[in-house]
Structure formats: structure tokens, C-alpha cells
């Protein structure tokens, strides 16, 4: 019925953020005037049985095994890198060099070496109209936008304070087995990488600082895990025998930002009790605001430009049509969820395309994450010693 | 791919609900192990170039602009009312008639003897294998379900208060026109009807108590809004020419049910700052819980059984794998929206349908909160004397 | 060391509410610029022992046995009557006739009748600058206090809707004994004149409306509780012998306003779960605020002021000196507690008495609640009919 | 009319902590089953007509305007110290020396060494069974005592996080004038010892575990501030000549504890909108705590012992008779005020002087945290190095 021209999409992985992404793509035309046709063209894994199931159940016309075939097709126009951090570099670097944008999933790559020739492939591709995104997807969280959107007009002043967590606590059972995001040659890092990487660009986007040194700490709680058959599953069940953690369990430091604010950044899986526990605060010379992932529907401020009488830290329902991204949903109060992000993220990434812009977050500013938690790597194994962050373009 | 039986799906309406549903039916076999292979069949509605619109945008493969002939297809084996209450009846009897299996939006009526001419309906079609539900969708928010759950086992005891809110504002403005929904003609009745019967059927099904009589009143603060040109939407614009506002703006009431308990109900749309502000609190014997749906993701839950210096209101995040419903979502800590309770609802209906068990909430139950809505009207009608609820089956 | 003129004080009683008002007189001089010297005098009991015990503890410089003696002595200028409301009228009426000023713990008086002959005695009182005063503690709450600042300056346009609950759960327990206050001939009534009559006032006071009608119901959940020898005490011990619980444990009404507005209250014993939860919500035309006593220090407020994306419920901390009371106490942050109410109302009530004014609330204020509670107990005896609250002075 | 031995107290200096700790000694007796008769004997200013007028508003019976003076009287057996911290060591070696008992306020000395001369005297003074100890009250806010309790009995397992914060923001007004708690000379410094100290000192006693080692930084935002006639206020005016802020801002650090846990810590004055924000995050192995000063009659309690749907963090409302103090005070849910950390403190002093044992905190744990203090600064003027804590016992 529409005349629009349509984009392939092809997707790489199909665990917890291949069906994240499926629902995006699937989403993103009743929620979004899009100027593509989205064709979910085909889903890529290793395991022929489980890609098959995984298209079927996510919604992708077909399915392949092999992500060099996915590459090659011609019905295929983005390629979406949903698998762990290990072969970003491999996939995204020959898929922008055959003319596919890209999509790829935080963190960057798991070395800054192999980020280094990712930002070189897609700065290549740009020059051919080719884009790529990195997938900092609580970028695209409405009060997370709506935030960035109050630093930038002012409405905080000067940016002083940082306080930043990301707090989960799924591995505090020293009986959960050693799945892949704990061993570091899969995962590259640990909390920090996985988790500490949202929350280093989240601050930074939102504040419009850059992070220029670090002094912190990491440490692995529990050093020994039980092996399992499957290391790719989050849920594994018990073994009698041990492997190593090569990760970090929890990272902390503080840090100086580019526009004199001081923060603290913490990262962890072992907080008991928190779930999906990323909180920002916020404080300027002007106001402040908090913001929290389990409540991602809230952002709450505080001005000094009322009266010091009715001054207060404001729990604003970020569901007015008018706030960002929220008009494609539902009437004010009715809460979206943790998904819709990735529904935002492809609903900016296909807007870009389109109009031949280059999206955000680019692979340089990943790379610039990436530069950030190597630093903080290094001031903890040099027992927390001060380490500047050197600028990617440097 | 699959072989599974495929189940056609036919949409009667396209607006707020329709978009909703549409939503619900995309987006159910990526989510659950559904036992039919859903075929969004067609969309209806009475201007074809919105239907067509509407068709392309939410995923429907086809679109009809009368109701008859959306029945009498043979791809389509389920028929889903979002249109406004006054045509639900005539749709309803009909397409039950025709061996389609049916989900009408609430309130199921707006009259009572619609309503029962509809469960005469339904009950005849059960016996005949052919299901018939009411859309009470805040039954499928996990944490409501969950709360069910936890009074059913006893670990509140019984239940001595409930105390139930739905509060919005969206027409606090006395500017704000005179849509469809605030005339009594199309709408039946106003907060009362709209959003009251949530929080009736709700308090009611999760205590597993019914309201056995009401004292309350009705008031309607703004009794003049301006003409628009197009009632259907929920948003306006201003005009000079001003008609009469012929439903409630609030109603309140104090209800005794039929296990003991006592309750206070209020249902409003000039509570200015709550946007879908339902609200509930039970305390019970041994423990008492909290729900709000604009932190859907929440449940309070307090319980006695602990010592005295650690007894406290304790806010479980619900999404863990074995919460109600949650399994079919993401990781613990990472929240849904407010859709996913008709993404749900939908899997709840052709699950009975599968299993040829009749789904609840039944249209006989949703004849008997009209009947508690209609004690209500009387008892406001009557100078909020005390109004018996009758039984439906009575 | 001062030149200021002293003012005797004279207590009845010294349970629960004679700890507070003692607290009170012997804070208000460091709190507060005083206009008289306060002379903590005696302390009235009719147990010696007891007595005498407690004017040592709480710092009164004498006692008496019986309250006639009390207002005898010429070095008491005012009667404090903390005891059950029993004998409020009797004390109360000897006081002022003998020109004492009098203040007088709420509810004023355990029928309507007393209180009648109460605000006589008040009225003929005035007439020789002598002044009474009902304790209504709660509105000398900081944040209540500013709640009605903010209401009377229009911050919130015309009030719709109240909503008001003052929920307890010390009775819950089934072998919890039949203390004083479940006996009717001591207490009054239950719940309803014990803290509904707070939220009575308080609503009535920060909203300037008064409850015209009412329909109602009360419920008493446990009939027989253990006999205990010694009613006087909160907490009693377990019994074989059991008696009649003669009040309501629980009270919950619908009301309309003077101004127009619509309300739900309710009190209860049996709210498992909360302590001390007095809380009102009110919506105008303009805002809405929201008061809470387990959080006395915080007022949440909402206006409509601001623009649409920036609206939210702000968590003001009553703490500035610029709050009602404030600049008394601490830097701002540093909270108060519940018992500083008495402070502040002993404050208001001598300040009175220095500048010849009626202190707030009069004992017709005190009447007046008296007059909704028995309308509502009416309605409640009546099958939950409605029942218009005379006025007062009609 | 009391058999019981009388204890004098002198109290030095009658600002902000010299009202709330007249507060305290005006209170204590009516609240605790306290060993001694307290007389407030004298109090101590060097400016006759402010010191007398402060005697008679907090009810002292006498004053003196030196402190050599207040110590020598015989009818004083306690000196309480509430002036800056620049003449603590002075003050309360003479004292000690002299047999007086002595409560010094926080922090104990602005250097480590009076402090180290501090230690000396006091443990010379305990051998003859004179007491010493240190005030940081909030060891004495119910809700921290409690959870202390709660870590001990082992309720959260091993703790592994903290996370610490003190936020005010008294002084992010650039023109807010330069009072002498930003001096250096007269305050020793500033947020990090002034709050900084609250939470070093807290956390460690909640946890039993003590810093080990730190790397931070420190800040001064606003580097020149309005010179003011009197730098005794808080709360000074506009001034067109500037001075230099000599002391820090604020102060973030990274923190390993001698048990293994892990922190953040940071003080500030520049927290916008935030008053009295202490705040501690404790996550255990088998649960988690939070604790908020400005919410200080809560306490947030996460235990993993009840089963996965039901776990959440629990607000109690700590004002149960069975939680630490409170069976002195009102019944469940009447919430107390700071002042009141003040009367407990001052109740366990005496209490552990009537028992001969040593009060806690005492000035070696004082002085501990001064070393804490001394090690965050040391790693902020090194860069964010590394700075091991000694032991305070070498």
C-alpha cells in the first residue's frame, strides 16, 4: 500500500538483545512515521535450529547462519550486531566496508584497539553516505533526552556535581556459574564494560562533558564459579567443577569532567536488592535532577527559580506528548517500558539514514567510552592512582 | 514455517484502543508460546481512509468499513470491539451469533440491559465452544495479578478495607471541548463508567469480594465545554458555541462487599496532576498491599508475619521470571508498559480458546459491575442513599 | 533574670497526651519569643503516687489530686486538659468560670450537648478576656500550616476534591484488650471521634470549606476483646473474661463542601500496616497538594503553572525559616518531630492571650466537627442515608 | 523530691549546637530513666550580654564568660563542648585534667595531632574514671543505631558496598558570605570535615569495618566570597570587599575497608536542593540497607530471605518501643525531629559515667577518623594518589 522505499534489515544474535531489537523492528513502523519500509529480512546465528525458531517466533522473514552471507545480501541494507562484544570489530568493520549501516550494541568492541578500527571503517563508510550507531540505548529513554534537553538550555547552570551507579545484583550467589559475561575473554571487562560503559556515556551525553581523568578501584568478589556446558545463558545451574572469574564484579572511581564538574561512577552486580538500579543525580548552580532506570517513566527536578518556599525535587511523569518520543505513544500517564528504547534508537537510526546525517551515539563517541573504562582499568591496577582520559581524536 | 492453527483476528475500531490492541496482536507470539499462529486479518472502521491508514500503520493485512462484513468472513475467527460502548451490544450478540469468539472492550455496556442481553448471548455461545470476553486489561498488569495471587493464599487474611482511586485531569480545563466521552449518549457515563469500573472490577477480583451495596454522589464541576466539529478525539480545540456536559466529572462512594469488607471508591478526571492515577490499598488481617498503575512495575506488600522492628511496606519490583506474565519479558529490573497488560490479555483469551475453558472476566462479569455502577448512579440519583447490588445471576 | 509577667499553668492529666503538653511548656520559652514567663505550676491526677511521679519526670513544680483544687490556686492562670473527653465539659466549664484560660484536648467533648454548653461558657468567657482554645494539634503542623497559606493565596484555584484518611492498625490483633478508648461511655466513639475528628478540622481548616453533608457507615470488625482490670493504658495483656467493644473500629464517609468541593474520608484501627497515617490530598482548580504525618516535614505540591513538561508533585522539606514555625528550630534539612505540634499550639495560645485575641481553633470550631462526626454516625445508624450538618451557631 | 545524685553540667558555647544540646539536657530527664538529677548549671560565652541571654532562653541557671572559669566550679562535673573545633583540644584537656567528664562535639580537633593530645588526656582521665566522649550524634538517630544492630546479628551477611553521601547546599550562592566554617584557620576544613566526618564515622560504625585506604579529590567551587563583619552566622549578607575560601567544597573519595567492603564517599555544600542528605547504601551478601537523615524515622530493609517474589526493600517506620531509644518517646508512627539524636547522646553518656564504663564514640575513635580525614586530603593534594589509613594505636 505504501510507496516507500524499503530497508533490509539484517540482525546478528538472538539472545536477550536479539529479541530486544526484534521488537524494536517490529514496533517501529506503528509507533513512528518512518521513512523506510523496515523489512525484517533475516535473523543470523550459528545454530541452524535456533536461528530458525528465534525468525519464526521474532518475527524475521528468513534466517541465516553465517553473518558473511547476511553481509552479502542484497536485500539487506543495515546490519544490526546484537552478539557479545567479541566479534563487533570482525562483523560491523566488513559490513560498513560492503556498503551496510550498522548498528551495534554497546559496548564498542572489547579492546580500544579494535574500537580504534571501528571508528576508522565507519568515518570510511560516512564519506559514502554509509552510517553506524552504537547502541547506548538509555540515551533514547524520554526523561534520560528530556534531561539533556534541561542541561542544555540552562535550566540547571553549571553542572557540578555527578553522582552515578549502575547497580544490579544477579551474581551475588556464589553458587551462579561462569557464563560468558564473566570471563574476560568474552566479555572484555566486567560490571564495568557491561554496565559502568551506560552510565559513563549516559552522564556524558547528558551533560555535555567529557570525562578527563579517573581514580578508582575494582574488585572481584567471588573468584571461583562452577563451570557450565553452555556459557552463553544469564541462568545457569550448578557444577562441581571451578573456573576462574577474570572479571571485575564491581568497579568504583571518581572523576573530573571536561566542564568542572567532580563525579563518582559506580558499577556492580552485587548490589543486593537492585535490579536494574541506574541513578544520575545531577547538581547545578541552578538546579538539579535524578534520574532512575527502575522508574524510567520519572525525572525528577529541582529548580531554585521558585520561591524558596516551594522549592522541591519534583517527580515529573515524562509521558506528555510533548516530552521526546513519548507523542508516538499513549496518553499522559500511561507508562512505556524498558524495550521502547530500542524502538527509539532504530526510529533516530533510520531518520538519520535517511536524511543523510550522521547518528548518535557515532563509533567515535564509543570509542571514547571505551577510552574511558580503560583508564579506569588502569588506575586500579595501579592501585588507584590518578589517569587522565585521552581524547580519541587526540 | 509453523503448524500450528491459524486464528484470524478482526479489529472493530482504530483509535486509542484499537492502536492498543493492535500492539497486543503484533506483538504475542514474540512474547509467548502462543497455541495459534494470529493472523491480524482486518481492521474495521467507517471512514475508509483512515481504516486504510490505520491497517498499514498497526500491521493489519486487510481493512472492511462495516462490521457485518468484517463478521461474516471466514479468514477471521475472533472479533476485537474497541469501538465505544453504544455499539458493543449489537456487535457483540452478532458476531457470537456467528461463531466468532469475541473480546469487548469495557465497560461492556452502557446500559445494564445491553449488557445482559450480551451474556445471554455469550452463555449461548459457550455452548457451542465459542468464547466471549470484557476487556478489564488492569486484571493482566503483573503486579495486579500477583497481588490476586497473594490475597488467594491467605497472606494478607481477610480483607478488612479496600480503598480505591482512579485519578486523572485531563479535562480540568473548562476549555477543554465536549468529546464523545463526556456525552452521555455515546459514552454511557462519565469517570464513573470510563475509569470506576476498573477500580470496581479490579478491587473486586483481586479480593475475591463483591460489592453487595453503595452510598455515594456524582458531580460534574464544569457543566458547559465548547463544540468541536469531530467529538472523537480525546484532544480538542477551542470554539465559541458551548454544549452541555451530560456525564459525571467525579463519583465517589463507601460500599460494604461481601466478605466482610468495607470500601471507599472515587473515580475522577479532575484530580489535577494525576494522569492515570488508579490507585488501590487493601488491608487485610495479616498484611495489607499498594498498587498504583502509573508505577505498574510496583507492588507494596507489607506483612505482619516478620518480627515487630523489621515489619514495613516493602516495594517488590514485579519482573522476575516468576511473577505473573514475566517470563516472557526481559531480566529482572527491566520494567513494562502499560500495552503489555493487552499483550496478555490477548494470550490469557486464546489460551482459553485453545483449551475451550471460558476466559475471564466474562461478560457476566462484566455485567455485574455495570450493575454496581448503576447502584451508584441510583444512589446519586437519590440523594446517596444506600443502594443493594443486585447478583447478575439473581 | 526577666521582666516579664508570669503565667501559671495548671495540667490535667498526664498519660499520653500530658507527656506531650508537658513537653510542650517546658520547650516553648527556648523555642519561641514568649510574651509571659511560664510557670510550669502542678499537674493534676487523682492517683497521688502516680502523680507525683510524673511531676517529677515532666519538670511541674507541684501536683494535686483533684482538678477543683487545681483551679482554685491563684498562681494558675491557665488549665491544660489532657484527659479522656469523658470530663472535658465538667473541667472545662469550672475553668472558664473561674477565669482561667482554658485549652482543651480534642475532641472537645464525647456529645454534642457538652460542647454546646462549652462554647457558652468559652463565649461568656471572651467577654472578660478569658480565652479556650481545642487541640487540634495538626494544624500547627509546619507543612499543614503552609498547606492553608498556600490554599487561602489561591495557589490552587477553587478545591474539588478532598481526600482524607487517618489510618492506625494498633487494634488489629484480635486479643488486644478493651482499653478505654473502646468503650463508649469513656472514649465517645471509636475511630471516627478519636482521629477522624482530625482530619475533620484539618481538612475543614486548610481548605476554609465546611462539611455540609454526609453519608456514611462504621464498621466494628471485632466485637469481644479481653477484659483488662486497668482500662487506662494503650497497651493492655491478655484476659479470659472478654467484653463488648461499644465504639467503632472503623468510619468512612462521603461529604460535600461549602465551596463545592467533594470528599472521601475515612478512619480506621484496622489499616495493618500504618501507624500514624493521616493523609490528605487536595486537587484544585490550579493544584494539588499532598500532606502526610509519617513525613510531617514534606508537603508535596503541584501546579499547573509551569509548562506541561516540567509539571510534577514536588517533595517541598518544610524546613526553611521562612515555613510557619520554623525559624524556631533548626537549619533547614533538620527535621522535626510530632511532638513540636504542642509547642507550637501552646505558642499560639499564650500569644493569644497576650494580644486579647480568640485563639484557633474556638471551641465553636470544636463543636462544629463534633456536629459532622454526629452526622456521620447518624447516617451510619440509618443505613448509610444522607445527613446534612447543621451549623453551629444555627 | 529525688534521692538520686545531682550532675552539674557547663556547657561551652551557645550557637546552633549549643541549643540543640541545651535542648537535649533540658529534655532528658523527662524522656529516660536517667541515673543522675541533671542540673544545668552553667553556660559559657565570652560576650556577657548574648551568653545571659542565651542562659535564660535555654533554661541554664547560671553563666560564665570563660571557659577556665566554668571548669573550675565545684558544682560542675561535666563540661560539654559546642564551640568551633579550634580550641576543642584546649577546652577539654583542661577539663579532663581537672576530673570533669567531657562530651566534645564533632570533629574532635581540627588537626590530627590535638587530637593524638586529645586521646592522651582522656585515656590519663579514664585510668581515675573520668569519661570523654565524642558527639557524633547520628550514631544516635534510632534508625542508624538499628541498622548497626541489624549488621551485627549478621542480617545482611558480609557487606560488600557502601555508598555514602552528605549533601547540603547552604552555600552554592556565589555571594552566600565567607563565614568562618570556610576558613581553614577557625573550621580546620570544610564539607569533608564538617559532614564528611558524619558519614566516615557512621559508616564505619554500622558496618564495624574500618577505612583502610583512600583516593579522592577535593573542590571549591567558588574560590572568593563577600567578606562579613561577623563570621560567627551561618547566615551572613552581601559585602563588596572579598576574602579567599580557604577550605574545600566538597570532597569524593573511593574507600577499601578493613572487611573487605568497598565505597564511595562524598561531602558536599553544592548538592542543589539538597538540605540534610545523609545517605548510606549498605549492600550484604544476604540484604541491603538505606538510610536517609532527612527521612530519619526510616529505615529501607532488603532481605534475601524471603523467597523471590516477595523480596523488596521495605520502608519501616523505626518508632516502634522495641527500636533502639523510642520506648522513651510517643506511640508507633509519631515521628521524632534531629534534636532528638541529641538526648540520646546525652543519655548514654551518662548513663556509661554512672556505670563506669567508656562512653562511645570515644576520642580515639575521634581521632580515627580524623586520620581518615587527614589520608582523603593527602590523596587530593597528591593527585588522587593512593593514602593508606594508620591505625590510630600506631
Not at 316 to 332: D, K, N, Q, S
Amino acid at each position: 500500500m505504501t510507496s516507500k522505499q524499503t530497508l533490509g534489515v539484517g540482525m546478528v544474535g538472538y539472545a536477550f538483545m536479539g529479541q530486544a531489537h526484534s521488537q524494536a523492528w517490529r514496533t517501529l513502523n506503528a509507533a513512528f512515521d518512518v521513512p523506510y519500509a523496515i523489512d525484517m529480512a533475516a535473523i543470523c546465528g550459528r545454530t541452524e535450529e535456533k536461528v530458525r525458531a528465534a525468525a519464526e517466533k521474532y518475527g524475521w522473514r528468513s534466517y541465516e547462519t553465517n553473518w558473511q552471507a547476511l553481509i552479502e545480501r542484497d536485500d539487506i541494507g543495515l546490519i544490526d550486531i546484537c552478539s557479545p562484544g567479541g566479534n563487533h570489530a570482525e562483523v560491523a568493520i566488513a559490513a560498513l566496508n560492503a556498503g551496510k549501516h550498522v548498528l551495534c550494541e554497546k559496548p564498542l568492541a572489547n579492546t580500544v584497539e579494535e574500537a580504534r578500527e571501528m571508528v576508522k571503517a565507519a568515518e570510511a563508510a560516512a564519506a559514502n553516505g554509509v552510517r553506524a550507531m552504537v547502541g547506548f540505548n538509555y540515551r533514547r529513554v524520554p526523561a534520560a533526552a528530556f534531561a539533556r534537553k534541561l542541561v542544555q538550555e540552562g535550566k540547571l547552570g553549571a553542572i557540578r556535581h555527578i553522582r552515578a551507579v549502575y547497580l544490579q545484583d544477579w551474581i551475588v550467589d556464589p553458587e551462579f556459574p561462569l557464563v560468558w559475561r564473566l570471563r574476560k575473554e568474552e566479555a572484555g571487562s566486567g560490571a564495568l564494560g557491561d554496565i559502568g560503559s551506560h552510565i559513563v556515556d549516559l552522564t556524558q551525553w547528558i551533560t555535555g562533558q567529557k570525562i578527563v581523568g579517573v581514580s578508582g578501584l575494582t574488585e572481584t568478589f567471588i573468584k571461583e564459579r562452577p563451570l557450565v556446558a553452555d556459557t552463553q545463558g544469564l541462568r545457569g545451574t550448578g557444577s562441581s567443577e571451578r573456573g576462574e572469574v577474570t572479571v571485575d564484579d564491581a568497579a568504583l572511581f571518581v572523576a573530573r569532567l571536561s566542564g568542572g564538574a567532580v563525579a563518582t561512577y559506580e558499577a556492580t552486580r552485587f548490589a543486593t536488592g537492585r535490579k536494574n538500579g541506574l541513578r544520575i543525580e545531577l547538581n547545578g548552580e541552578k538546579g538539579s535532577l535524578v534520574f532512575d532506570l527502575e522508574r524510567l517513566n520519572e525525572l525528577e527536578l529541582y529548580l531554585t527559580e521558585d520561591d524558596n518556599t516551594t522549592q522541591g525535587f519534583r517527580r515529573i511523569l515524562i509521558t506528555e506528548a510533548e516530552h521526546p518520543y513519548m507523542a508516538a505513544w499513549w496518553p499522559a500517564g500511561h507508562i512505556i517500558g524498558w524495550e521502547h528504547t530500542f524502538t527509539h534508537e532504530a526510529y533516530d537510526l533510520v531518520t538519520a539514514i535517511a536524511e543523510g546525517t550522521d547518528p548518535s551515539p557515532t563509533f567515535a563517541e564509543g570509542l571514547q567510552v571505551q577510552m574511558v573504562l580503560d583508564a579506569v582499568l588502569k588506575s586500579a591496577e595501579s592501585g588507584s592512582s590518578w589517569v587522565p582520559v585521552e581524547s580519541p581524536t587526540g
